[in-house]
């Protein structure tokens, strides 16, 4: 059988990792400065992970939430020390589209209204109301197509004022910590502010999107805490298992849970939540807050006055570098030329870099050698 062919490869195959590096199936070693879609956060085969992973297992791998799973609260308690949301609530699931779903349902269920605003440039997923609020017709089938998603302009306060003065029937507004698949694009603080003193006022939900922003990636522990704003849900996925799946959404103590209101079967598994306990408890002991602060500014200081460099957004080791032109064939070139792997974006010319919290001042160095020795050459 034949794989449904929805994914155009790079001709790499990894067959074996550790930290920020990787070799194929000859020993050839890589630099890996995408973590697979920014999911890799403590590096990979950590051995904690490695350990957690491997007892869990061999005590017990899955039983769905029909019984206790105390590894369950033992994250929620991680959280609570690391996340900055102390009294909120955590439901855990399996992908970031799946948290984005629960979180517009719970939005839609609290305020029992319909209307979900987004924003240009947005990716929440590619689910049912993931997807109908995501910009890139291509990915929106017809019955994903929905009236009650508003499209309105990225960091434009006025536009979302006027829309909050003129309907009322806005349930949620949704928004990226950080626009990723948009190409690193940073809300500015007064957007996020505003979004939530609108949402305060007119009893709506604030729901931050920090799938791929989240756990660490900006320097804080969700991107959103630079504004100083508090949603009321806070979507999470990615870098939270380091390539285990697991999602989850915080809920703000102003929800109320009761039985069925949400549900998954393979959400919150003893696997997942020791892979989560694991990543947790590494960016905490390693304190990789801070080394995500410094290395991102450590490479973008080597990037600063280049040729063919045309701007840098960033925050901790979320990082588009935006070139005079298309960056695909200088990723290709990293690639067989330097064996070093990086990410795009919907902006063509945006290079995304999305390292390992735990990667190195000297291999982001090697990597700012090779971009610059290329980008000489145009
Ligand atoms: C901000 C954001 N939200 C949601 C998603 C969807 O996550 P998943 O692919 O795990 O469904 C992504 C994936 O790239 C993302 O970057």
Not at 94 to 113: M, V, Y
């Amino acid at each position: 059988m034949k794989l449904f062919d929805v994914y155009p490869l790079i001709d790499v195959t990894p067959a074996k990792a550790e930290g920020s590096y990787f070799w194929d199936e000859n020993g050839t070693e890589y630099l890996d400065l995408y973590g697979g879609h920014a999911v890799i956060s403590i590096g990979h085969s950590h051995p904690t992970y490695v350990k957690y992973i491997t007892e869990q297992l061999n005590n017990i791998g899955f039983y769905s939430n029909y019984v206790k799973i105390p590894i369950q609260n033992q994250v929620a308690e991680q959280l609570t020390k690391l996340s900055g949301y102390p009294d909120y609530t955590l439901f855990l699931c399996n992908s970031g589209a799946e948290a984005n779903e629960n979180a517009i349902k719970l939005a839609s269920f609290h305020t029992g209204k319909k209307k979900i605003i987004y924003f240009s440039g947005a990716f929440h997923g590619r689910t049912a109301a993931a997807v109908a609020c995501t910009d890139n017709p291509k990915i929106v089938a017809p019955v994903n197509q929905s009236e009650n998603f508003i499209k309105l302009p990225f960091n434009d306060l006025e536009a979302l004022e006027n829309e909050f003065k003129t309907n009322s029937d806005i349930a949620g507004v949704i928004v990226e910590g950080i626009q990723g698949v948009g190409g690193v694009q940073i809300p500015t603080t007064e957007f996020l502010q505003k979004i939530q003193q609108l949402c305060n006022e007119n009893n709506v939900v604030f729901i931050a999107d920090e799938i791929q922003s989240g756990f660490g990636r900006s320097g804080k522990f969700f991107s959103h805490q630079q504004a100083g704003v508090t949603p009321d849900i806070i979507s999470m996925a990615k870098g939270m298992g380091n390539g285990f799946p697991v999602a989850g959404i915080l809920i703000s103590p102003k929800f109320k849970a009761s039985y069925g209101l949400l549900g998954t079967t393979f959400g919150g598994n003893f696997l997942a939540c020791a892979a989560t306990k694991a990543v947790l408890e590494v960016i905490e002991e390693e304190n990789l807050l801070q080394n995500a602060q410094e290395v991102g500014d450590y490479l973008v200081s080597l990037l600063q006055n280049q040729k063919n460099i045309n701007e840098i957004r960033y925050q901790g080791l979320m990082i588009g570098i935006d070139l005079a032109f298309p960056c695909n064939e200088v990723r290709t070139r990293l690639v067989k030329e330097h064996k070093m792997l990086t990410g795009n974006a919907s902006t063509p010319n945006t290079l995304r870099v999305l390292p390992a919290l735990n990667v190195k001042k000297e291999d982001v160095k090697k990597f700012a050698d090779a971009l610059i020795q290329i980008l000489n050459e145009y």
